[in-house]
């Protein structure tokens, strides 16, 4: 839906956070599945960390919206 880059330290330079939207948890699994299997993106993973791994963790967490909130869509 939209990615975005900290301003602040420490954060700064070294942090993307991105939002994607999923029908429901199990295809958000699904989804991540199918991604992290798919042959293509695993090439891609390996040339970029021929010299070392470009990320040192990552954070999921699931959100709703609020009732309270404007739509997205």
């Known amino acids: 839906m939209a990615y975005w880059t900290p301003t602040d330290e420490p954060l700064k330079g070294k942090t ?6 999923h029908p429901s948890r199990d295809a958000a699994t699904a989804n991540w599945k199918a991604f992290g299997d798919d042959p293509e993106w695993q090439s891609v993973r390996a040339t970029s960390e021929a010299n070392g791994k470009i990320v040192e963790k990552v954070d999921s967490t699931f959100l709703a919206l609020t ?7």
């Not at 993307?16 to 939207?21: D, G, R």
């Not at 009732?67 to 869509?73: A, G, W």
């Open 16 to 21: 993307l956070i991105y939002i994607i939207a």
């Open 67 to 73: 009732d309270f909130s404007p739509s997205l869509h």
